[in-house]
């Protein structure tokens, strides 16, 4: 055994990141990375959008396969739950009864969904989508001819469900209790063309409607809403949103900040080496106004856990990356550079109706993010702009024949 041992905590999209970066940190000690779930680490995306209607199975989403933890010699327990943490001792006890002594604890525990209190919500047969095998139950419960979804919830993994299943002839409902669904993350102006064109492809989308039970006993039948309205359907899938798992980390005591755990640009948290990673991490960003943001997606959690790798091996590395995120509404492709706010202003290029355009978000007149919707071109130069820090008028953002990327210095 070698005098070091990280201790990976989940083996997520952060977790593995952070697992198949040590080596290449030249870290020479023991790698050992638990997970709770039974599958070889696997990219969770993609369970929303193409493994609910059968266009990518389970193969197609586990990567690397699990040759490639054995050659970086990384021990790699799957079906296993770290139960308790001791950071004096530096121990962690698992499920299976083992314990590991660790000198570097890397959190990567993601998040959880939601409890909400919706009767018959836990019976079996209501599904969701946040694990693969959760994924594949809704994949088989949707074969064998069209259907009708009722999705609880209008986030993003709820529109991302529901335009897969209508384009593959489906329908789909969705029910979501707020006015305004999505308009926290993107603000409410660009949340409602974002709904416009899922509706426009055929989603049905009822907002201000609130799920009080799941109708069936084990075998749902449909929902009743808080306004005592029953609709009946073959599926009925609940996306009611994630909470970032923090058990582990309040027992050890690290500081929160942002609704998760605070950690300094190396990812490191207030314990001295126990690092937290991915969707749990409230980290320091340049691109942002707030000290410290928590963000959901994919493109952070790698960086978390390469940057993570780094410190534990060598000492050294910053997490600065501008966040990025992807979301597939059918053929609607959304991407978004930056931390956008409800409270921004917004700038359209484009045309929204088609769609193949863009939002920008300006705060004080600085292009702090943006919003793309099946178009790459204006996404490049608004990358490249926020990361240059360079603003350029709303005129200059709204007229086509302005060329953004001739905007940036030298
Ligand atoms: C359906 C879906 C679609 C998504 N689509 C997109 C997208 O299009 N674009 C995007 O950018 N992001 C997307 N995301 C978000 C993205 O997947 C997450 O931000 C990212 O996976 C976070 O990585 P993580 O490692 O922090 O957490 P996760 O990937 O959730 O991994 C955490 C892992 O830790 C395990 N775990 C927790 N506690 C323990 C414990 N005590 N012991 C052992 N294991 C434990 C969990 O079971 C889990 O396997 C999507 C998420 C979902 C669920």
Partial sequence: MSAETVLIVGAGTAGRSLALSLRRADFAGDIVLVSDEREVPYDRPPLSKSVVVGEVDAAGVTRPDRAAYAQDRVDLRLGVAVTAVDAAARTAQLSDGSMVTWTALALATGAAPRQLPIAGLDQPGVHRVTRLDEALA????????????????GGFIGMEVAAAAVKHGHRATVLEAAPEPLSRPLGLEVAERVLAWSRARGVEIRVGTAVE??????????????????????????AIGVAPRLDLA????????????????????SIPDVYAIGDIAAYPSSYADEPLI???????????????????????????DLPTFWSDQGDVTLNVVGAPRADDTIVWRGDADAPVCTAFYLRAGRLRAALAANDTRTL???????????????????????????????
Avoid: F, M, N, W
Wanted: aromatic share 0%; proline share 5%; net charge negative.
């Fill in 380 to 410: 490049r130069a608004a990358r490249r702009l926020i990361t240059a820090g360079v603003s350029p008028t709303p005129e200059q953002l709204a007229d086509p024949t302005v060329a953004l990327i001739e905007l940036l210095p030298g």
């Fill in 250 to 269: 309040r027992a050890l005591g690290c500081a929160e900040a942002a609704g998760g755990i605070a950690v300094d640009a190396g990812l490191r948290t």
């Fill in 138 to 153: 809704l994949r088989d419960a949707l074969v064998g001819g069209p259907k009708h979804l009722v999705i609880i919830g």
């Fill in 294 to 320: 928590r963000v959901e997606h994919v493109s952070v959690a790698i960086g978390h856990g390469q940057v993570a790798a780094t410190q534990i091996a060598r000492g050294e590395g910053a997490y600065d």
């Fill in 213 to 238: 039970q799941v109708l069936g006993d084990g075998q749902p039948t449909g929902v009743r809403t808080a306004a005592g309205e029953e609709l009946a359907a073959a599926v009925v899938v609940a």
